[in-house]
């Protein structure tokens, strides 16, 4: 029984509860209400707190909690990945700022008022919070601690009464979110927090003594297998300003592509060395950091090629780019898809931030994009509602210029922005006149389940063909073609004129002249183009304005 707790005892919480919620994640996506491909709650979690576990892994043998605190807090900030990662890393900030400059052991009471302080902030960094959330859990959980605290003895008691309280809260859930009680679940993220909790206590008792994440373990393993997965072998070395800033983001990137990582910090230089199936996105992902040299490309399976090939040299080192010209104003977005990602760059977006659905950019990877752009103020376009927390934390953290977040929830509303920004008007202004013509664009998908599920009046199965109109279940069906239609007729009920199809990476150029020609059919004088968006897991993105 610990009646206090040092900050090396926190700090070991800390990598506990990220084990724990790492091996857990995938219990926690399920619960993720709508059955489409995007970033689930499980996973942007575990990719939050891992970032804040390796900042407090890398502390020295005897640290404060003042530098526990700090690295927790700035490892979740950066880390930060979708709505969930975002609310996390700020109950992690509140904590931080709870314990600050307070050196002595921490007992029940400053652990109490630690978790409270760590909600207050999480609340406030929403604009309009909902009940039946992570924030209802972290706060029922806060409240049982703060009233335990001054009657029990101990740190460990007061988090087992907090847990408990947490695990009833959470099965209220449902009764505070009817889409909750329709699905048949809890929330996601409240469970997830629970997990980290629980992690922690493990660690406090004894019960968890591991001191290495999960994470790592498993890239060791992989290292030291005889056979990897993947075929290439990359090596290469990036010039970095803050190396050793920059070594936690490619590791934690090259963890979702690749295997046998290596990573070491140099003065002023990063070496970099995995095996992947797509060195592309490895050295796209480093130069976004900074130059990189010494590239070599090996195939390690060539019995995979189907005919002796010439081995080609290393690739070239590219020429360092020449800063790019200052300016006024610039923009960074988020796209999928390497058609909607041109076309967002011919329509001025400076940097273009690969995400979206599937794996959403982190804080620290939109800090680095609007880092990149030479301008004073820097408009962010999350094209995603579920980056649009993650684009406002990057905001608040860059100092040394005007960043503004236009919340734009999809890419035809990036779009939409682009093309009534006026140079002559004010930052204030254009964000205004942004914010009010994205509510004029409505926009329907087509994508696919990927589990079975109940919303609404819709019996879900996995694989059915979804069609979202405006983020929200409009269509269900088994063909793309024929929920595509159904979700234009939807989409016709707005009477607008302007109708633009992306088409993705499992259309074809043919059919979306076919759904063209459809809308054409239904509204006489309606214009209509047709572009290659190559998104994946999207067959359609349709919008009308």
Excluded at 30 to 54: C, I, K, Q
Excluded at 185 to 203: C, N
Excluded at 506 to 529: F, M, P, Q
Aim: glycine share 8%.
């Amino acid at each position: 029984m610990s009646s206090c707790i040092s900050a090396n005892d926190f700090r070991w919480m800390i990598v506990a509860g990220a084990n724990r919620l790492e091996a857990n994640k995938q219990e926690v996506d399920e619960l993720n209400v709508f059955p489409v491909p995007d970033g689930d709650t499980g996973t942007n979690m575990s990719l939050t707190v891992m970032s804040a576990a390796r900042e407090v892994i890398k502390l020295g043998d005897a640290p404060t909690n003042t530098e526990v605190g700090k690295a927790l807090s700035s490892g979740a900030l950066r880390g930060a990945r979708g709505n969930s990662g975002v609310i996390l890393s700020q109950l992690f900030h509140g904590i931080y700022r709870s314990i600050k400059g307070k050196d002595d052991p921490i007992d029940a009471a400053a652990f109490a008022a630690a978790m409270r302080q760590g909600v207050e902030t999480a609340y406030k960094a929403v604009m309009r919070p909902k009940e039946g959330t992570i924030l209802t859990v972290a706060r029922g959980m806060a409240d049982a601690a703060k009233e335990a605290a001054p009657h029990v003895e101990s740190v460990d008691e007061l988090l087992r009464i907090a847990i408990e309280h947490g695990e009833e809260v959470l099965e209220q859930t449902p009764d505070m979110l009817p889409v909750l009680k329709e699905a048949g679940v809890v929330d996601a993220g409240g469970k997830g927090l629970l997990y980290i909790y629980k992690g922690m206590y493990a660690s406090l008792t004894g019960e968890d003594t591991n001191h290495e994440l999960l994470t790592e373990q498993a890239a060791k393993t992989a290292a030291s297998a005889s056979e990897s997965q993947y075929t290439y072998q990359v090596c290469y070395r990036v010039h970095s300003l803050e190396p050793d800033k920059n070594v936690p983001v490619l590791r934690s990137y090259f963890s979702s592509i690749g295997d046998s990582i290596k990573i070491a910090a140099g003065e002023g230089v990063i070496t970099a060395e995995l095996r992947t199936n797509d060195p592309g996105l490895a050295m796209q992902k480093a130069l976004a950091i900074g130059p990189i040299t010494d590239v070599s490309v090996e195939n390690k399976k060539p019995e995979l090629i189907p005919k002796p090939v010439k081995q080609e040299e290393p690739a070239p080192a590219p020429a360092p780019q020449k800063p790019a010209e200052h300016k006024d104003f610039g923009f960074v977005a988020v796209s999928m898809g390497e058609g909607l990602t041109e076309l967002l760059k011919d329509l001025g977006a400076d940097q273009v931030i690969s995400g979206g659905q599937t794996m959403n950019p982190s804080t620290e990877d939109v800090l680095n994009a609007v880092n990149a752009v030479n301008a004073d103020c820097v408009y962010i376009l999350p094209n995603n509602k579920n980056i649009i927390l993650a684009a406002n934390q990057a905001a608040v953290l860059i100092k040394d210029k005007k960043v503004l977040v236009v919340p734009t929830r999809n890419v035809p509303q990036g779009i939409t922005a682009l093309l009534n920004f006026t140079g002559e008007f004010s930052p204030e202004e254009n964000l205004r006149n942004m914010e009010e013509m994205i509510q004029e664009v409505h926009t329907g998908m087509t994508t696919f389940a990927i589990r079975d599920s109940h919303l609404g009046e819709f019996s879900i199965h996995k694989d059915d063909i979804l069609g979202m109109l405006d983020g929200e279940l409009n269509q269900v069906g088994t063909d793309p073609e024929e929920v595509s239609r159904r979700l234009v007729d939807a989409l016709l009920g707005y009477h607008k004129d302007l109708f633009t199809i992306y088409f993705g990476e499992d259309s074809t150029e043919e059919s979306a002249n076919k759904l063209a020609d459809y809308i054409r059919s239904c509204s006489k004088g309606c214009e209509v183009e047709v572009h290659n968006g190559g998104q994946p897991l999207y067959h359609y993105i349709i919008s009308v304005e």
